[in-house]
């Protein structure tokens, strides 16, 4: 739908209606998912269930043991799928003024209210992409919702880097657009896990999809 369109104007035309439209006219390179992000209550707990439950191991951490005083962040993988669960610490405790979460943009509130408000959910959809900061400006330029301009993280020990931005995709999700060379398990900041391999054959994403309470307005 165009910037300033009018939901109210469209209409669900059934499957036996549809025509896909579909020109190739990416306007900036896209190549894969790179990972769904969780928001809960627990992650310790709830990134241990998930890997049990679909046979991937935990192969970065963002806690406290890694000077990660505001949230706790776990990623479990299996092929090229990544999952990253995500948790705030209580807001009353005592913060040193570094005490801040690798991904950049994170407020431990918000989280904490997100999680009241919809349990565990998924609060972004990373996507790799060329350039995260071009693929920021050409979406705010085309009618996206700007969350968090491009932010470049860079390893201290490899001094490689990711670059991260964020647009609004649908209620309190965003769309996380990753680029770089990084290697490291996630996002430079967390530390790489040893684990078993416990897969179970996933491989890579497909598709996602995100319930909406109203469907054209969402579109």
């Not at 918000?110 to 565990?120: I, T």
Request: aromatic share 8%.
């Amino acid at each position: 739908m165009a910037p300033g369109a009018d939901a109210n104007n469209m209409k669900l035309v059934g499957c036996k209606n549809f025509v896909r439209h579909n020109p190739m006219t990416d306007r900036f390179d896209v190549h894969k998912f790179h990972h769904i992000e969780f928001y809960c209550a627990d992650a310790t707990n709830v990134a241990r269930r998930f890997a049990w439950g679909l046979g991937m191991g935990q192969i970065g951490k963002s806690d406290q043991s890694t000077g990660n005083h505001v949230s706790a962040s776990y990623v479990i993988q299996s092929g090229e799928v990544k999952l990253v669960f995500t948790a705030p610490y209580a807001l009353e405790t005592e913060k040193a003024p570094d005490a801040v979460s690798p991904i950049p943009g994170y407020d431990p509130e918000f989280a904490q209210k997100f999680v009241m408000k919809h349990g565990l959910a998924v609060r972004a959809v990373g996507i790799l992409v060329g350039d995260a900061k071009a693929a920021y400006e050409s979406s705010v330029q085309n009618g996206g919702v700007g969350v968090l301009k491009p932010h470049t993280l860079t390893d201290k020990e490899s001094g490689k880097t990711t670059t991260v931005s964020e647009v609004k995709l649908y209620g309190d999700v965003v769309i996380r657009w990753v680029s770089g060379d990084f290697e490291g398990p996630f996002v430079p900041g967390y530390e790489k896990c040893e684990c078993p391999d416990v897969s179970i054959g996933i491989q890579r994403l497909d598709h996602c999809v995100g319930n909406v309470p109203k469907l054209l307005d969402a579109v």
